[in-house]
């Protein structure tokens, strides 16, 4: 059983950057990716990016490219995602999710609360 | 990109019913079709992958059909913990990712 663990909630203003983390319990990402999905307030799910630790490559969704990063430490066993240049449009929940060879999301952290708010 | 369109976008049943519910590819994916199950305050669940392979875990009544471009997740017997929403995710094109955007499912 994986276990992935985010950090806590974050409140921002306009304009700013959140940096948002995702700790695998097991304390490896073996070969799997692990990929970032957003969700705002009563929406659907959103695919925003993943990286493949092993092999150091990332992938991101075009709308988010430009602005978002996504990193992994894999010594602390430890995703990051950074979205930049913040808007209200952003509050959501972000998920990190470990992805299997075959593309499907097996495991899921518990979700940040990130709130872009004057 | 490929796009994924689910219907009904909303659904009202009562426990014991069978539903269906249908996801639709913009282009052929295989069987590259993945379903998930998401209560509120909770992160998604995975269901069904590869189209029709039931998740260790996952009741026997969610069952997934279909290939190419038209997939359905059936419930065969609704129980009062069914009530969610429900995604389907194309993983085709590996690593990007899309997914429909939902069907709540509600209690008649």
């Known amino acids: 059983q994986v276990h992935l663990v985010q950090s806590g909630a974050e409140v921002k203003k306009p304009g700013s950057s959140v940096k948002v983390s995702c700790k695998a319990s097991?304390?490896?990402?073996?070969?799997?990716?692990i990929n970032w999905v957003r969700q705002a307030p009563g929406q659907g799910l959103d695919w925003m990016g993943g990286?493949?630790?092993?092999?150091?490559?990332?992938k991101y969704a075009q709308r988010f490219q430009g602005r978002v990063t996504i990193t992994a430490d894999e010594s602390s066993s430890t995703a990051y995602m950074e979205l930049s240049s913040l808007r209200s449009e952003d509050t959501a929940t972000y998920y990190c999710a470990r992805v299997d060879l075959l593309g499907f999301f097996d495991y899921w952290g518990q979700g940040t609360l990130v709130t872009v708010s004057t | 990109d490929i796009q994924m369109t689910q219907s009904p976008s909303s659904l009202s049943a009562s426990v014991g019913d069978r539903v269906a519910i249908t996801c639709r590819a913009s282009?052929?994916?295989?069987?590259?079709l993945n379903w998930y199950q998401q209560k509120p305050g909770k992160a998604p669940k995975l269901l069904i992958y590869a189209a029709s392979l039931l998740q260790s875990g996952v009741p026997s009544r969610f069952s997934g059909s279909g290939s190419g471009t038209a997939f359905t997740l059936t419930i065969s017997s609704l129980q009062p913990e069914d009530f969610a929403s429900y995604y389907c995710q194309q993983s085709y094109t590996t690593p990007s990712y899309t997914f429909g955007q939902g069907t709540n499912l509600e209690i008649k």
């Open positions: 097991r304390g490896t990402f073996d070969n799997h990716s």
């Open positions: 282009q052929n994916i295989s069987s590259y």
């Open positions: 990286i493949t630790p092993m092999f150091r490559t990332t």
